[in-house]
Every structure is written in C-alpha cells, then in structure tokens.
C-alpha cells in the first residue's frame, strides 16, 4: 500500500500537475481529478488529508513528464480509455502489426492529452473531449466525449448499494458517467465499433485479492496473458478470487451472461474493502479484446481484473492491479451516443464490519478468503 496519505499525494500532485479537489459536505471524503490527465480521478480518501490515498499513482512518472512507449501509465482510480484494444478492429495496433506488446501502442488522446474543464462545483466536475482515432481496418472515428465525475455524500453511497454503513467505518463513493457521441460517419459491423472502457489502477499486494461475483466461474476468460498459477485463483460456486499481487502479468474478463453488476477488492493487511458498480447490460455487444484475429469481435467482456508483472522484454509497468468495466457498443449514426456509469467506492475498517459489506454486495464472505 502506497504510504503516503492523502495530503502528501495532494502536496505532490499539485507542485506536477493542474488537480481539482472534490470535498463532500462533512469534509472526510474527498477525490483528486487532473484535466491534465484526461480527467482521470488520479486518488480519493475517506477521511480527508489524513486519510490513505487509495490509489496507485506512478511517482516518477507524474515527476518528469518524460513520455514513455506504449502507454504513459500515470496511475489514477477512474480513467477513460476506448475499446477494443486487439483484434481485427484494434485501436491500439497499427493495420498489419502482430499483436505483440512491442507494437501496442495507447492513443495520444487516451493517453497524454488533457480534456477540456467544462464546470465544477463542491462534489461534481464536467468535461469534454473531441478525439480521433483510427482502427486496424483504417477506418477513423470522430468522437466527442462528455464526463462527469460525481463525490458521493454518505446517504447516496447507502441508497446505491442498499446497505447501512457503522458509523465507525470510513467510506469514499465516487462515479464517472461517460459519454461517447459519433461525429462522423456512420459505425458498421464489418468495419469496427468503439465502447467506452473505464479502468481503476490500484496498489498491489501479496495480501490483496480481487472478487469477481459470477454466476458461472468455470466460464472466466483467462486467455489474455497466458495460465494463471493455481495458487492464484480460487474459483468458488459463485465467485471468483483473483490474488492482485503485482508479481505476475496476468488478467482475467468475465461475460455479460455471467457478470454481476458489482465486482471489487479486499486489502487484508490495510482492511480496505474496494467494490466497484457500473451499468450492465446483459443483451448487450460487448467488444473483444484478446490479442489475436477474432472469430468473433462482438463477444467481449463486460469486466476485468488486470495484475500487471513483467512484460515479455522484462520492463514493467507498475506494479498495480486493475479493475475494469466496459460499456456495450452498437452501430452509431451520427450524433447517436452510447454511455457507462463507472461507480468506486471504498470502505476502511475492522474486517467484521467490511465482512457485513462483502456480503451484503459482494455476497461473499471474506472469512471464506485463503
């Protein structure tokens, strides 16, 4: 776990880069959001200054500015991205290129290149970005992209999740709603769609697991980075726990079909509990990701757990887990639009009472937990 609180992160952030504060009525949950950074939500703390910075963020990185191939990977616990990242219809790869991580490239727009400060208030901030972008079929998407970044009062964090909080648990709850309108031309099938992809980078631990609700766990997409270690995974009758540990590249998706509409985290050693909701839409196309020609380019997944490791030529880019959701894509006319609702929330406290939390949404008991 990142050691320093959530003041120092702010002290830092602020000498590096342009940062917004969001503050809830009583002053203890707070999220930081950098334009700069595509108006990514970089950390966020559940008893203001003082609090632990929830997020992983990239030091270094964030100090020199100095870009780096592939991706910059800033950090950040919400950040916009586009899919599908492989594939026939690839973002991510330039026409003809394998799809082998020295060609994978990050688009600028998704990547370095800060989104427009629409407006901000106490507990909500508004922005906007007009991209471009070109797919492995050279086909060019115009897209105008509105976010809005949402702090949670405490009554709101209950009503979503239908749940009573202790008063001696601490809490933070934020949300991206994320916009997606076509201006340019029609999307067809044969030649490519896009889908909003909203991923949260956080500090890995040998002590940390991932929870995946499913109803059907044998079915999990592992496929991406190649076998997980058995001692990595533990597939239960309706769940899935993933060790986040930093150590090994691997990342696992789950269908539409199968997903639940929750999925998130549990920190043993720092007794955080991370769930995060977002919009499902179980009849919807979801975009394939894998990294490879596809017999089917509609049939993706909904969520995933990232555990970043080395890459193939040794270099790493964390170490940091990820949890992330996607939005369903369709055939857009111009000016159609298609949105995600990406909801972070994250709970510190005494393993019982976090345990009554997991089980009330999660609907796994974390005593079950190796």
Not at 84 to 95: D, L, R, V
């Amino acid at each position: 776990m990142n050691s320093n609180n959530f003041g120092d992160d702010i002290l830092f952030l602020k000498e590096k880069i342009e940062v917004i504060v969001l503050t809830n009525s009583n002053e203890t949950s707070s999220v930081a959001i950098s334009p700069e950074l595509q108006a990514r939500v970089l950390t966020s703390s559940s008893n203001g200054n003082l609090g632990k910075s929830y997020g992983w963020l990239n030091y270094d990185l964030i100090d020199v500015k100095n870009w780096q191939p592939h991706i910059n990977a800033f950090g950040g616990e919400d950040r916009f991205w586009l899919a599908p990242e492989a594939g026939q219809f690839s973002i991510y790869f330039k026409p003809g290129d394998a799809f082998e991580f020295k060609n994978w490239q990050t688009p600028e727009c998704i990547d370095s290149e800060r989104f427009d400060l629409v407006s901000i208030e106490k507990t909500k901030a508004v922005f906007k970005k007009l991209m471009q972008v070109t797919n492995y079929q050279n086909i060019n998407f115009k897209v105008l992209i509105n976010r809005t970044i949402d702090l949670f009062e405490i009554s709101e964090i209950e009503n979503n999740l239908n749940i009573s909080i202790p008063k001696d648990l601490k809490v933070v709850g934020f949300q991206s709603e994320n916009n997606l309108t076509n201006k340019s031309e029609d999307w067809k099938f044969n030649s490519g769609l896009l889908s909003i992809w909203i991923l949260g980078m956080f500090n890995s631990s040998p002590q940390t697991t991932a929870l995946i609700p499913t109803s059907s766990p044998k079915e999990i997409n592992t496929k991406y980075f190649g076998a997980i270690k058995d001692e990595k995974i533990k597939l239960e009758k309706d769940y899935v726990a993933l060790t986040v540990d930093g150590l090994e590249k691997y990342k696992i998706g789950v269908l539409p079909k199968d997903a639940k509409n929750v999925f998130g985290s549990y920190d043993k050693d720092n007794n955080i509990l991370t769930i995060v909701k977002y919009s499902l839409k179980k009849d919807g196309i979801y975009l394939n990701s894998l990294w490879k020609n596809q017999q089917n380019p509609y049939l993706g997944d909904v969520i995933n757990v990232y555990n970043d490791g080395p890459n193939d030529d040794g270099s790493i880019l964390g170490p940091y887990f990820e949890l992330e959701s996607s939005s369903d894509s369709k055939e857009l006319r111009q000016e159609e639009t298609i949105s995600h609702v990406h909801q972070t929330y994250h709970f510190e406290g005494t393993k019982t009472a976090l345990n009554e939390i997991s089980k009330s949404v999660l609907n796994i008991d974390l005593n079950q937990l190796q």
